[in-house]
């Protein structure tokens, strides 16, 4: 599930021409880890990263590991493009959009508003092929990596505090889904 959800952001963001990396490796002194998804322009220097949860049955891990990349991913993948740093940063986590992870932000609802505190904005233009040239942000975003047409695909932090209903029950199901798709 977690690979199906980063194939699709990958090819959302292929899309408009950005460079991508996924599972993407980096070191800043004693914080290692991997960023799920990231994209990137040098012209101006603008980054994505994108962190997929299926779940959340430890969110004070979930909220280390998204914070050390917020702080210390920008930094050494700027040097490895040989560039002095980033004039924007789009830190996005994305869920799963479905009862499982919803229930999970809404019990734990100022966790969530502190660690992901930005309007879904700056991930939009991404997706709409226009990033935010200045700043950073922190968003979380549920994802539904099945629908079609014109049904939405994400939905922002607002709008699950708020009562949207979910389009999968859990992992699970999800799981049955991807098996079920055409490849």
Known sequence: ?????????ARWLQGHGYSVSID???QHYQFAGRADVVAWTVDPPA???IENRTRFPDLQ?????YNAKRRYLA??????LGLRGFASETHVMAGLWSAEVIHSVRMQRAS?????PDPSDTFAAWLRGSPTVVGASSTLVLLDPFASGRRARTVELERVLSGVRPRIRGYAEAARLVERRPS
Do not use: D, I, K
């Open 1 to 9: 599930m977690h690979a199906a959800m980063g194939e699709l952001e």
């Open 24 to 26: 993407h490796p980096y």
């Open 47 to 49: 980054l994505l990263h």
């Open 61 to 65: 891990a979930a909220a280390g590991s």
């Open 75 to 80: 930094r050494t993948f700027a040097r490895e």
């Open 112 to 116: 969530f508003s502190a660690l992901c």
